[in-house]
């Protein structure tokens, strides 16, 4: 009950049914096609982020940011570079659908060679992560497409009239 009582908490706020077509060169085209409640999408309908001119970031690209700095640095290193642990998610995003990279945050994932065993543990029960799961992929995929730098965004967007709502219905 509680996994499908959050998995219909997720696809009633989008945070998983934007995951969609998939693709060898990763997401594709990350310029916004369509916006709804402060989130943007490209023509595939994959969250994609949204960075004016003067380095104004979309809402979800800096929370993503927040969020990568509390669930993932830990083991993906700073601004997602990588680490001896674990290997930069600016790179990886390069290569990974939009589906692949959701489902490795959601089931994990698991690298078993003659010389390492790499380990992501499944954080589909992770309200932390799951709550934030699309804002986190936004902020990844901009760092990886080349479009956010290594700092902290300073300027964003204003806050969606629903964001709390949202998730405040997201961790009940």
Partial sequence: MKNAAMLRCLLAIGFIGAASAARSDGAGDPTPFASTDGQYFDKA???TFKIEKDGTVDWYTFIGYRMYGANCLQ????????????????????????????G????????????QDLVMPTFGENKNVMCYLNPIYVYLRARSDGALGRER?????????DWDKTIDACFS
């Fill in 153 to 161: 965004p300073t300027k964003h967007e204003d806050k969606p009239a």
């Fill in 104 to 115: 490795a945050i959601i089931g994990g994932k698991r690298d078993v060679t003659a010389s």
């Fill in 45 to 47: 309908g994959n969250p």
């Fill in 75 to 102: 083991c993906h290193g700073p601004d997602a570079l990588g680490s001896s642990y674990a290997p930069s998610l600016v790179d990886s995003l390069k290569s990974l659908t939009t589906q692949q990279a959701l």
